[in-house]
C-alpha cells in the first residue's frame, strides 16, 4: 500500500536547518499534489507581555501572511 498525503506540515523556526525541512516538505507536496503548510510556535514566555511587544508580534505575523498565500496546492497546474 502507498502513502498519499493530502496535506503536509513542515515546522519553522527560521535557521538554516528549518529552510533544508521547507524546501523537502516543498518537493514532497508537489510529488504527492498536497498541501503545504508551515507552523511557527514560540514559547510565551520569550516575549513579556507589554503591548509593544504584542502589536510587534501582530505586525509580524500579519506581513507574513501578506507575502502569499497559507496554503497552496502544489503538482496540479496550479504552481506559484
Do not use: W
Amino acid at each position: 500500500m502507498r502513502i498519499q498525503p493530502k496535506k503536509i506540515l513542515v515546522g519553522c523556526d527560521f535557521s538554516p536547518d528549518s529552510k533544508l525541512a521547507f524546501d523537502y516538505g516543498l518537493s514532497l507536496a508537489q510529488e504527492f499534489q498536497a498541501e503545504l503548510h508551515r507552523s511557527h510556535v514560540i514559547k510565551p514566555s520569550q516575549y513579556s507581555r507589554k503591548r509593544e511587544d504584542i502589536n510587534q508580534l501582530r505586525d509580524s505575523l500579519a506581513i507574513t501572511r501578506q507575502s502569499g498565500k497559507e496554503t497552496r496546492r502544489y503538482g496540479s497546474g496550479s504552481e506559484p
